[in-house]
């Protein structure tokens, strides 16, 4: 059962890392926006900026979307939880 | 405790209390932290704005921001008051020393790295604007 498993595994990810099918998944790979303006600190109450990593069901946009480096995901993930709290954003909606 | 830390204090206060009584109450805050040897070093008020959701039944908040430099004891003491308060929906402080200590290192960082090879500095610059894997690898 647990061979069963790794297989789909292995699949997965060869499908996903190697074979880009179609024309939709040949997009350029996307930059960190905040390297190239080499932001060191993200601000909680920079509502503006912090909107537009939150889609309208208020949940925080994945890196491998906004292709957002792992440093700069982390401090923004921290600035949106931190607006949460002051109802600066939502944590729900609908 | 012997540096002194900076805070970001953040408070929403009823909408239906009028400006000069939120005016009174920062001060009054302001007024507490100075009484337990902190120092107000900005004040903001950041005025009636729509809050993602609701508080307490309530639609708007009026939000005061302040920053302070102490040790931490009238942090304790600013917020046990807030908390009995209820023309206060919300606060929250925060700390922000350490990470503007830490945003400056990297800014040295990155300022001693474009000194020491001004070539390859401008060579990596165009990299980026390309949009190439290797950047994204380093």
Redesign the interface.
């Given at each position: 059962m647990s061979s069963n498993y790794e297989d789909r595994d292995l699949g997965f990810e060869q499908y996903d890392r190697t074979m880009p099918r179609g024309p939709r998944r040949m997009q350029?790979?996307?930059?960190c926006r905040f390297?190239?303006e080499?932001v060191?600190?993200i601000d909680?109450?920079d509502v503006k900026l912090l909107q537009s990593y939150v889609p309208e069901r208020g949940k925080i946009l994945p890196r491998r979307i906004s292709g957002v480096c792992a440093a700069h995901q982390r401090m923004l993930a921290e600035a949106i939880k931190?607006a949460?709290?002051?109802?600066?954003?939502?944590?729900a909606?609908d | 405790m012997a540096e002194k830390r900076i805070y970001e204090l953040?408070f929403?206060v009823d909408p239906d209390v009028a400006d000069d009584e939120v005016m009174k109450l920062s001060e009054g805050v302001q007024k507490i932290i100075t009484g337990q040897g902190g120092s107000i070093t900005k004040t903001e008020m950041?005025g009636k704005r729509q809050?993602?959701?609701e508080?307490n039944h309530k639609k708007n908040?009026t939000?005061v921001?302040l920053e302070v430099e102490g040790s931490g004891a009238e942090i304790a003491e600013v917020e046990r008051r807030m908390r009995v308060n209820d023309q206060i929906l919300?606060y929250?402080t925060?700390r922000v020393d350490e990470?503007?200590r830490?945003?400056?290192k990297?800014?040295d960082r990155?300022a001693r790295k474009a000194a020491k090879q001004p070539g390859s500095g401008k060579a990596k610059k165009a990299v980026?604007d390309f949009?190439s894997?290797e950047?994204?690898a380093s």
């Open positions: 350029r790979r996307k930059i390297c190239i080499k060191d600190l909680f109450k931190r949460r709290n002051i109802a600066l954003l939502p944590y909606a | 953040i929403i950041m809050m993602a959701y508080i908040g939000y921001l919300r929250m925060i990470a503007r830490r945003a400056d990297l800014k990155r980026v949009g894997d950047e994204l």
